[in-house]
């Protein structure tokens, strides 16, 4: 979810604005800063986890078999992965086991996902339990390690 950030008030302005007028608009201004610094706060560190894309990285203690198919997980909540979206499944102890597939459901309140696995999209075998989820590479690059024609 992103931030909101409440709109300041109009600024005050000498040039335009008798003594009285300004003091009360200069207040106004001045209360409205209170609430505006946590907001703007807030807005900067949902950014700077966005640039680093700390939403769309995830662990999970599932237990899966690498192979095809669909595979259900359940990862941190809020994270930010979408349907359609290609996803990396790493063993985290031995990342040279994976899987890569197609996120085919996500809720983030819950950190259900499923991710289906397309033929040619894993490395590895066995049955594990320690898992890292990230971004996958475009679907055009992994349809190629799959051996698909796009």
Request: glycine share 8%.
């Amino acid at each position: 979810m992103v931030a909101t950030v409440t709109p300041l008030p109009t600024a005050p302005d000498r040039s335009t604005q008798d003594r009285d007028e300004f003091v009360a608009i200069t207040n106004a201004f001045l209360a409205a800063l209170v609430p505006f610094v946590p907001q703007i706060n807030a807005l900067a560190e949902e950014i700077e986890a966005l640039a680093a894309f700390t939403n769309y990285a995830a662990t999970s203690t599932a237990s899966l078999t690498i192979g095809t198919g669909s595979k259900a997980l359940t990862i941190e909540t809020g994270k930010l992965f979408s349907i359609g979206q290609f996803a990396y499944i790493a063993r985290t102890s031995a990342p040279s086991n994976f899987m890569i597939g197609q996120v085919t459901a996500h809720n983030p309140s819950t950190g259900s996902l499923t991710v289906n696995v397309a033929s040619g999209g894993t490395s590895g075998s066995g049955t594990y339990t320690d898992w890292t989820i990230s971004i996958a590479l475009p679907s055009s690059i992994y349809a190629t390690l799959a051996g698909v024609e796009t």
